[in-house]
């Protein structure tokens, strides 16, 4: 079996049958409970939770498809290791026996990369159905969300690599765009390269444009519940690209707050002070131009085109026929009319059916 074409339930079968020993060995892991933790929709990796009574949690990530190279890897755990060295809130990678960030293991020609976490303490806001600290406001966590990316961003100013991971333009550019997207939605791809080429002509100075974590949303962080404290961790997508990047993804999961409210104007007005709070929190740890807040609209439709072409490729990398759902066919009218905040304050939202549209054929 190639690497290209192997399946999840493949890579876990071959994880639990023969990496896990090797695995083990190479980490000091002999006694860990390892459990298997189930995927999100287009998973990339088989991850397990490592347990031992008497010692830290740790989590096992094993990489099987070969959409990322050793660069692309060490490009990744060296930023993570740089944070968390420098004051990042962020899991620390695990050096192997043999004093290695990451490691690599051939089976029968197929190559896995493995990384060792710590476990970030305390959970994700879903595992305590999103209610949050006891008798303490939750503009503390939206302040706290802010805070932990402005630490990251500032650090990222002072960041040199050793392995470079891509920058936004390599990956999102109109050749990929035209080859990933089907025809039959070419108003969807004059749109996208429309906005990658509003996008290129922005600035990318050292104060505006880094290495980014590019998926900073509350599935990718824990809370500890006792203090507050925010752990980040999956920097699977981190490349370099516009810290307001990392902004508009934090305004796009703030809508989940208010998404049933029925009055658009309230909603607008949550949004605003939500945003102001994240705001107060990120310039706390470090500095952002007006110029570029001004821009939020923008990064906002770069994060639904991100989703678009995740979506795109989820499909295409699991050999799926290509459909959109209600909640893609969404995102791609609000690029296609210009419909800015992702639709949040426009007729096209129902908060029957938040963030949904009737389904269309490709």
């Given at each position: 079996?190639?690497?290209?074409?192997?399946?999840?339930?493949?890579?876990?079968?071959?994880?639990?049958?023969?990496?896990?020993?090797?695995?083990?060995?190479?980490?000091?892991?002999?006694?860990?409970?390892?459990?298997?933790?189930?995927?999100?929709?287009?998973?990339?990796?088989?991850?397990?939770?490592?347990?031992?009574?008497?010692?830290?949690?740790?989590?096992?990530?094993?990489?099987?498809?070969?959409?990322?190279?050793?660069?692309?890897?060490?490009?990744?755990?060296?930023?993570?290791?740089?944070?968390?060295?420098?004051?990042?809130?962020?899991?620390?990678?695990?050096?192997?026996?043999?004093?290695?960030?990451?490691?690599?293991?051939?089976?029968?020609?197929?190559?896995?990369?493995?990384?060792?976490?710590?476990?970030?303490?305390?959970?994700?806001?879903?595992?305590?159905?999103?209610?949050?600290?006891?008798?303490?406001?939750?503009?503390?966590?939206?302040?706290?969300?802010?805070?932990?990316?402005?630490?990251?961003?500032?650090?990222?100013?002072?960041?040199?690599?050793?392995?470079?991971?891509?920058?936004?333009?390599?990956?999102?550019?109109?050749?990929?765009?035209?080859?990933?997207?089907?025809?039959?939605?070419?108003?969807?791809?004059?749109?996208?390269?429309?906005?990658?080429?509003?996008?290129?002509?922005?600035?990318?100075?050292?104060?505006?444009?880094?290495?980014?974590?590019?998926?900073?949303?509350?599935?990718?962080?824990?809370?500890?519940?006792?203090?507050?404290?925010?752990?980040?961790?999956?920097?699977?997508?981190?490349?370099?690209?516009?810290?307001?990047?990392?902004?508009?993804?934090?305004?796009?999961?703030?809508?989940?707050?208010?998404?049933?409210?029925?009055?658009?104007?309230?909603?607008?007005?949550?949004?605003?002070?939500?945003?102001?709070?994240?705001?107060?929190?990120?310039?706390?740890?470090?500095?952002?131009?007006d110029s570029m807040l001004d821009k939020l609209p923008l990064f906002i439709q770069?994060?639904?085109?991100?989703?678009?072409?995740?979506?795109?490729?989820?499909?295409?990398?699991?050999?799926?026929?290509?459909?959109?759902?209600?909640?893609?066919?969404?995102?791609?009218?609000?690029?296609?009319?210009?419909?800015?905040?992702?639709?949040?304050?426009?007729?096209?939202y129902s908060c029957e059916e938040p963030f949904e549209y009737e389904e269309r054929?490709?």
């Amino acid at each position: 079996m190639n690497a290209s074409s192997m399946a999840y339930n493949d890579a876990v079968k071959i994880s639990d049958a023969c990496l896990l020993p090797l695995v083990s060995e190479l980490y000091g892991l002999e006694g860990y409970d390892m459990r298997l933790i189930q995927p999100h929709i287009g998973g990339r990796n088989v991850i397990y939770s490592c347990e031992k009574e008497g010692a830290d949690a740790k989590i096992l990530r094993i990489s099987f498809l070969p959409d990322r190279s050793r660069e692309d890897f060490l490009g990744e755990i060296e930023y993570i290791r740089y944070l968390f060295e420098n004051g990042g809130s962020v899991s620390d990678v695990i050096n192997s026996k043999k004093g290695n960030l990451l490691e690599e293991i051939t089976h029968h020609h197929d190559t896995f990369f493995i990384c060792l976490f710590k476990k970030a303490k305390g959970k994700m806001l879903v595992e305590n159905n999103y209610r949050y600290r006891e008798g303490i406001p939750i503009t503390e966590y939206y302040y706290n969300c802010g805070k932990v990316l402005g630490k990251m961003h500032q650090l990222s100013k002072e960041y040199t690599p050793i392995h470079r991971r891509h920058s936004f333009l390599e990956k999102y550019n109109a050749t990929y765009i035209d080859k990933l997207i089907p025809d039959s939605l070419s108003l969807l791809k004059e749109k996208l390269v429309q906005l990658l080429k509003t996008l290129e002509g922005l600035g990318r100075d050292r104060e505006s444009f880094g290495m980014i974590h590019f998926d900073y949303n509350d599935g990718n962080y824990s809370i500890d519940f006792d203090t507050g404290q925010i752990t980040v961790y999956d920097f699977d997508n981190s490349c370099f690209g516009w810290y307001m990047y990392d902004l508009a993804d934090l305004w796009t999961h703030g809508v989940g707050w208010i998404q049933f409210e029925p009055d658009a104007g309230k909603r607008k007005k949550f949004m605003k002070d939500y945003f102001e709070t994240v705001l107060e929190g990120y310039k706390s740890e470090t500095s952002i131009e007006d110029s570029m807040l001004d821009k939020l609209p923008l990064f906002i439709q770069a994060t639904l085109m991100e989703n678009i072409v995740g979506e795109f490729e989820d499909m295409r990398n699991n050999g799926e026929e290509l459909e959109c759902d209600e909640e893609m066919s969404y995102l791609i009218k609000c690029l296609e009319e210009d419909i800015l905040y992702k639709g949040f304050f426009h007729e096209i939202y129902s908060c029957e059916e938040p963030f949904e549209y009737e389904e269309r054929n490709i």
